[in-house]
């Protein structure tokens, strides 16, 4: 067999080879699942939009999505509007599934391919940044508690989140939670706009707009409760302080 390939220098993409080579997955999931994976980090799924891109129509569209929802590659988000009725839902595309289906064993950043046939490439380690290391419910509860987190996260984005940032350091990860603090009103999907700004981070990339204006009101929050709560403290000392001594000179 040959290939002819072209000099890649614009309108191309990486992505990780292993989804390509999942057995679990139909040859059209495959397909759409390249497709999606070439857009725009900020690009929205539209069932519509998918429909008139290829010759499937809807129901099938839908099914084919669907079979990638169910194996983790993409997480969907059910949401309702403001009158409590079901709108457009949320996806968010992991470029490998979150389960950490292809997560290995003892040595978690190792790939474990889906099996191949006789004289296929042998397994490569995958990119860190890109695989999920599972956790179990007990860590997640440790590690989501590390970190200030916004109210309105929800806690399956936050163990995204915490999935798509495993090799930042933590000042780096609540950095990235404080920028994306400051403008949570306009973000349609956290995880998405949360993935963005570490890629920005890692390519050198990412300038704070609202990081620094979170950190400083979340510090002088923290100082002022510390304030009251040391100020607390010594005003108890004093009245025990008086109480002892009244109750010495009356004894």
Known sequence: MSIIRVRKESNFVIVSRFPL????????????????????????????????????????TKRILNELVDFKYIRKEERRNQHGQF?????????LPYDGHFTGGENPLTVKPPAAESGADSPLTADPQLIKIQSTKEEIKTTTTEFVWPD?????????????????????????????????????????YFFTLIKKYK?????????????????????????YQRLLKESEARAQKLFQEHESRNG
Do not use: C
């Not at 806690?155 to 920028?179: C, G, I, K, N, W």
């Open 21 to 60: 080579e999942d057995e679990r997955l139909t040859w059209e999931a495959r397909g759409l699942y390249g497709f999606l994976l070439a857009k725009p980090d900020n690009w929205q799924i539209s069932l519509k939009h998918l429909t008139r891109s290829s010759p499937a129509g809807y129901d099938k």
């Open 87 to 95: 709108s457009f839902p949320a996806y968010t595309i992991y470029e």
């Open 152 to 192: 309105q996260i929800s806690a399956p984005d936050r163990v995204s989140m915490l999935e798509l940032s495993r090799s930042l350091e933590p000042v780096v990860v609540q950095t990235l939670l404080d920028e994306m603090s400051g403008k949570l009103d306009s973000i349609k999907s956290p995880v998405s």
């Open 203 to 227: 390519a050198g990339a990412f300038v704070g707009a609202n990081s620094n204006s979170v950190s400083a009101s979340r510090e002088s929050k923290i100082a002022t409760e510390a304030r």
